[in-house]
T-cell receptor, first 116, second 114 residues
């Protein structure tokens, strides 16, 4: 079984540009979440989608947006890039969405974004 | 908003030594707790999780963690580490009924000397 796949693996962008990162969840997983991991820190929650609907949003500016497609893959868009957006962007999938318990994610290897 | 503190940023141990990594969280209600591990060059993997019941949780590769509600702690332990345990370890918490939004600690980088 393929795991969570993310593309591209590395990306270099200039300040002010826009970037789109892509994620394909594990087959059968309907929930996709995005996290930002700045070097030396733990991952920080950005978005969660389930069945194509946004189910949660972290403390990120409106420059960050995402969507989930009918096949459950997802895109994360970041507009007007800043130097501080340089980070590893992680996608995680889970089989379900439960307002009670959380059953754990499967993470992808991430997209390393460098803004210069 | 909840937060997670991992007080040990870097830990160096010799093989066969015992390991305990600290994790404290701030949230007054019911929580789900997790430890994730990131081996060099690999993606984050779930080590173990706690929802309810027995506060001593056993995970993969001989790891265990103990939830102490009164101390808001969820420390990770392993009786005897191996060189292959060299990795970065992240504690994470999500309040019950908050969906899948994890709050991670800053991580602890463990190096095991052969």
């Amino acid at each position: 079984d393929a795991g969570v796949t993310q593309s591209p693996t590395h990306l270099i962008k200039t300040r002010g540009q826009q970037v789109t990162l892509r994620c394909s969840p594990i087959s059968g997983h309907k929930s996709v979440s995005w996290y930002q991991q700045v070097l030396g820190q733990g991952p920080q929650f950005i978005f969660q989608y389930y069945e194509k609907e946004e189910r949660g949003r972290g403390n990120f500016p409106d420059r960050f947006s995402a969507r989930q497609f009918p096949n459950y893959s997802s895109e994360l868009n970041v507009n007007a890039l800043l130097l501080g957006d340089s980070a590893l962007y992680l996608c995680a999938s889970s089989s379900d969405y439960d307002r009670g318990n959380h059953y754990g994610y499967t993470f992808g290897s991430g997209t390393r974004l460098t803004v210069v | 908003a909840q937060s997670v503190s991992q007080h040990n940023h870097h830990v160096i141990l010799s093989e066969a030594a015992s390991l305990e990594l600290g994790c404290n969280y701030s949230y007054g209600g019911t929580v789900n707790l997790f430890w994730y591990v990131q081996y060099p060059g690999q993606h984050l993997q779930l080590l173990l999780k706690y929802f309810s019941g027995d506060p001593l949780v056993k995970g993969i590769k001989g790891f265990e963690a103990e939830f102490i509600k009164s101390k808001f702690s969820f420390n990770l332990r392993k009786p005897s580490v191996q060189w292959s345990d060299t990795a970065e370890y992240f504690c994470a918490v999500t309040p019950y009924n908050a969906g899948n939004m994890l709050t991670f600690g800053g991580g602890t980088r463990l190096m095991v000397k052969p």
